[in-house]
């Protein structure tokens, strides 16, 4: 039997390829931590990212075996298959990379790590 890898050592991104809005730092400083608000339109934007990967690739959860689909990723799952790796070489936040500028929120979402990304979006 082979060993499950790790998520951050999964490449999503094998067979999608990253939109432009997901590739190069959009803003041009750091954005203050309570300004970092991420539009519904950029939120839906990133979950067609991971939608598109989930249909193209199969990922496994390894604490569990069990085959990442839309309905099962949780935020655990986004932050270490998407936002790390989206996020590493700008050393910046998901926002700061998507977004022109600051950008102020309407609402709060709080979650738990295990919630899944269909039930937020």
Same mark, same amino acid.
């Not at 039997?1 to 590739?23: G, M, Q, W, Y």
């Not at 390894?62 to 936002?83: M, Q, R």
């Given at each position: /039997?082979?060993?499950?890898? !790790? %998520? =951050?050592?999964?490449?999503?991104?094998?067979?999608? *390829?990253?939109?432009?809005?997901? &590739?190069?730092? &959009?803003?041009?400083?750091?954005?203050?931590?309570? &300004?970092?608000?991420? =539009?519904?339109?950029? %939120? +839906?934007?990133?979950? #067609?990212?991971?939608?598109?990967?989930?249909?193209? @690739?199969?990922?496994?959860?390894?604490?569990? *075996?069990?085959?990442?689909?839309?309905?099962?990723?949780?935020?655990?799952?986004? #932050? $270490?298959?998407?936002? !790390?790796? %989206? /996020? $590493?070489? +700008?050393? +910046?936040?998901?926002? @700061? %990379?998507?977004? $022109? &500028?600051?950008?102020?929120?309407?609402?709060?979402?709080?979650?738990?790590?295990? *919630?899944?990304?269909? $039930?937020?979006?």
């Amino acid at each position: /039997t082979s060993e499950i890898p !790790k %998520l =951050s050592d999964v490449n999503p991104f094998v067979h999608v *390829t990253i939109p432009e809005a997901f &590739r190069n730092r &959009r803003s041009i400083q750091n954005i203050p931590v309570h &300004r970092r608000a991420i =539009s519904m339109q950029q %939120l +839906c934007a990133f979950g #067609k990212l991971v939608l598109d990967v989930l249909n193209t @690739e199969r990922i496994v959860d390894p604490s569990n *075996t069990v085959i990442l689909t839309w309905s099962y990723i949780n935020i655990g799952h986004i #932050k $270490e298959l998407f936002v !790390k790796r %989206l /996020t $590493e070489t +700008c050393v +910046c936040s998901l926002v @700061e %990379l998507i977004a $022109e &500028r600051a950008q102020d929120a309407t609402w709060y979402v709080s979650y738990w790590s295990g *919630t899944s990304f269909q $039930e937020i979006l």
